[in-house]
């Protein structure tokens, strides 16, 4: 018995990183799934690897998020579950940030975010589920990410207000807030082919152990194992609510 047996779910961003692993995840648990992202080789690459439906979805885009629900409601006949996982990160301070850049990041992150609840939720049967992808970045701030942070922010208000809104229809829609997760975003040597990406990982693990405590980088299997918990009735009592998965890194500081 898989945890999502006869369950379908959506994930955005689901080519490569945690998306990925949540899709692979959500599958070996029973789950027919959704890969749903911009990047449309690698998405049905996955799709087609895994026995996925793929469906090309840019999230800041309404009339996309329309058809991935027709799509996944034509091809499985329900959806029970979403992953807003999609989203981008931008390095500047604020005072050198452009307008154009902060309003791109609120678009995908913060907009497709909205957009997926606004869209999917209607379309789901009562019990279904919401997981947004937030940050350790939604929870405290961090400097040269300040747009980033700033829809980190809005997606824990976002995933309070839908679950206060949806509860009636028991659905129940949660949060995650990962901290460093060695993914093409943390660690983009994973995207350059003539990079050593293994040799880039073991370089964030120095870095970040002196900063988290459990001494390296997240990997994206973790955090796909909170959003089966979140996705799974194993979480059955829990909504509205931030989820931190950052090796301890927002616990505080040690001065030993
Ligand atoms: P990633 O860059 O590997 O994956 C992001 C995915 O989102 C990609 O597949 C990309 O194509 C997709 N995407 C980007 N813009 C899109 C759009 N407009 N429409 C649809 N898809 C789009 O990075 P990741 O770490 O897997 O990121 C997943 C989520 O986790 C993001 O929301 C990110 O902000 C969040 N997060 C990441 C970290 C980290 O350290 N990697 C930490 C905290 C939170």
């Known amino acids: 018995m898989g945890k999502l047996d006869g369950r379908v779910v959506i994930v955005t961003g689901a080519a490569r990183g945690q998306g990925e692993q949540e899709a692979r995840l959500f599958r070996e ?9 911009v990047l449309d080789d690698q998405g049905q690459d996955l799709a087609k690897e895994i026995g996925a439906l793929y469906v090309h979805l840019d999230v800041r885009r309404e009339d996309d998020w329309r058809r ?11 959806i029970d579950g979403l992953v807003n996982n999609a989203g981008i990160l931008r390095f500047n301070t604020l005072l050198d940030t452009p307008v154009d850049e902060f309003m791109q990041i609120v678009e995908v992150n913060q907009v497709g975010c909205f957009l997926g609840i606004k869209t999917v939720a209607p379309a789901m049967p009562d019990g279904g589920t919401i997981v947004n992808t937030a940050s350790y970045t939604g929870m405290t701030g961090m400097a040269a990410v300040g747009a980033y942070a700033a829809t980190k922010h809005a997606i824990l208000g976002l995933t309070r207000v839908a679950a206060l809104e949806l509860a009636a229809r028991k659905i129940r829609v949660n949060a995650m807030c990962p901290g460093a997760i060695d993914t093409a975003m943390s660690n983009p040597a994973q995207l350059d082919p003539a990079a050593d990406a293994e040799e880039a990982s073991r370089g964030l693990d120095r870095f970040y152990r002196k900063v988290v405590p459990l001494g390296r980088i997240g990997k994206p299997e973790e955090v796909a194992r909170l959003a089966l918990f979140l996705t799974s009735d194993d979480s059955s009592y829990i909504t509205g609510q931030p989820f931190v998965i950052d090796g301890g890194w927002l616990a505080g500081v040690s001065i030993v």
Do not use: I, K
Not at 29 to 37: K, L, P, R
């Open 68 to 78: 991935v629900v027709a799509s996944a409601t034509d091809a499985y006949g329900r």
């Open 29 to 37: 648990e029973g789950a027919e799934v959704v890969v749903a992202d």
